[in-house]
């Protein structure tokens, strides 16, 4: 899907908001899921079954999950800057990847939904160590925080994502084309 | 004062012909009366704007502004008419500020009143609308001046605002559902803000709910700037025991800073609600 043809994407906050005349703030407290996805430089990959870039599965991915749980996720994207998107569709930065940045701003979720961060790689911001800016920040949460790689197994980001959950109790799931983010998602919610 | 009106009326009646114009004064307020005179009547609203003059349907009268004293004179005797001037009652001094707690049994909802002036009025317990709360002393008592979005937000729907704790929270909730319940408040929409009301304190009474929905605030502050409201926002409470500063002024008393705003109790304990059912003549009362 090309994001440029598709203004709300059904299930969003803002599509439910226009459906029940609910505000954006009343949704965000109704909220279950804190989807934070990776949209750095490396998303513009191809490397998915039909040759579409990482950036447009995911999008489709995420209409999924969100026409699942209909104004049930607070989505953020995220790169060197953190964007909430209420209509549902990533802001796509393509620079680096500045993961402590997101988890600190969305610590104000920690205990009340469920947090998925979806990479593909290591944190490189802020300089000099992201990866420990944001391990930093997630030793900060007290309930868990939830992964999901996309890309080939057992490289040095997969590694760092799993440490993520580890640290703070959450679940890890591979998902190495993001046409599986859904059932990645769907599956960790469920517990399944 | 209302006795000090009353002197004026009589004042007033002894005097009248069909070619006088009266003006007299009790305090700071000021009377103008004249017979019905359309051409004299359309210049004098010209001059004095709705701001500054009132209609007093009791006394036939209406009250302006001091200001305006020499210019409605000047007017009258352009119109051909003697004029009746009596000014001994003046005191101009006597518009200072005093603070008391006013007994408001119904205010009425936002209006322009021209030359940019908003105001409410408000009724006193004789039924005459005596006060005058302008829209940005109503704003700040309920926080909205400050934070305008909070208006259309949940704190706004409770009368409360963001910094209030749950205690203070709770005690709005209930203030709220008492004055607009169904059963009691007449308003027109009162059965949807009831239901806003309790909509609102299902999220802000919940510790959690309450802080995503800040978190939401926050986040809508962050992606849009919305335009301001098209249409006037309107103070949540019809009636109150309200303590202000205020000043006497055409004919009643103008509100000028707000302190305190509760319930109006009666001897039993109960709590009066004020309401104005659609298409009545006046608001009605009830005790909860």
């Known amino acids: 899907m090309q994001d440029n043809q598709l203004v709300v994407v059904p299930g969003s906050l803002a ?7 609910k505000s954006i703030p009343e949704l965000v407290a109704e909220c279950s899921i804190v989807v934070i996805l990776d949209q750095s430089g490396s998303m513009i990959e191809t490397d998915t079954e039909d040759g579409r870039s990482r950036f447009d599965v995911a999008d489709e991915n995420l209409a999924k999950i969100q026409a699942a749980y209909p104004g049930k996720v607070l989505l953020f994207s995220f790169s060197s800057h953190y964007v909430f998107c209420p209509n549902g569709i990533p802001h796509r930065e393509g620079a ?28 490189n911001e802020p300089y000099p160590d992201g990866e420990e800016a944001a391990l930093r ?29 580890s640290k703070t109790g959450g679940r890890r799931f591979v998902a190495p084309t993001p046409g599986e983010l859904a059932p990645g998602i769907i599956a960790l919610l469920s517990g399944g | 004062m209302q006795t000090r009106f009353r002197q004026l009326w009589d004042l007033y009646e002894v005097g009248m012909t069909s070619t006088t114009f009266t003006i007299r004064s009790a305090g700071a307020n000021v009377m103008c009366a004249f017979p019905f005179d359309r051409s004299l009547l359309d210049a004098f609203k ?3 704007p709705p701001s500054d003059r009132r209609w007093d349907d009791k006394l036939k009268a209406w009250w302006i502004d001091p200001r305006y004293i020499d210019g409605v004179t000047a007017l009258a005797q352009r119109y051909g008419y003697i004029v009746d001037r009596d000014l001994t009652n003046l005191d101009l001094s006597g518009s200072h500020v005093m603070r008391a707690v006013f ?8 209006k322009d009143r021209g030359n940019g002036v908003q105001t409410a009025s408000g009724m006193d317990d004789s039924g005459k609308w005596f006060y005058t709360l302008p829209y940005d002393v109503l704003q700040e008592w309920f926080g909205v001046r400050a934070d305008p979005s909070l208006a259309r937000t ?9 910094t209030d704790d ?43 709910k309450r802080q995503m929905y800040d978190f939401g605030l926050e986040l809508e502050g962050e992606t849009e700037k919305q335009s301001a409201p098209q249409s006037l926002w309107n103070p949540p409470l019809r009636c109150g025991d309200i303590e202000a500063d205020a000043v006497q002024r055409v004919g009643g008393i103008q509100i000028m800073k707000i302190y305190g705003w509760n319930d109006i109790v009666n001897a039993s304990g109960q709590v009066m609600v004020a309401s104005w059912t659609p298409g009545a003549t006046g608001p009605t009362f009830s005790w909860r």
Request: positive net charge; aromatic residues 8%.
């Open chain 1, 15 to 21: 599509h439910t908001a226009q459906a029940t005349g």
């Open chain 1, 96 to 123: 680096g990847t500045n993961l402590a940045n997101v988890l600190e701003f969305a610590r104000t979720a920690d205990g009340r939904a469920e947090i998925v961060v979806i990479s593909d790689g290591e944190p």
């Open chain 1, 137 to 165: 920040v997630a030793r900060q949460y007290k309930h868990p925080i939830h992964t999901i790689f996309i890309g080939k197994p057992g490289g040095d980001g997969e590694r760092f994502l799993d440490k993520l959950a």
């Open chain 2, 46 to 48: 010209r001059l004095v």
């Open chain 2, 103 to 110: 007994r408001v049994c119904y205010i009425g909802g936002v």
């Open chain 2, 154 to 162: 949940l704190y706004g729907v409770l009368g409360a605002k963001r």
């Open chain 2, 166 to 208: 749950a205690d203070a929270l709770k005690r709005a909730y209930r203030r709220m559902a008492r004055q607009w319940h169904p059963d009691v408040c007449h308003e027109r929409g009162a059965t949807e803000i009831f239901q806003a009301i309790n909509d609102a304190w299902a999220t802000l009474g919940d510790t959690n």
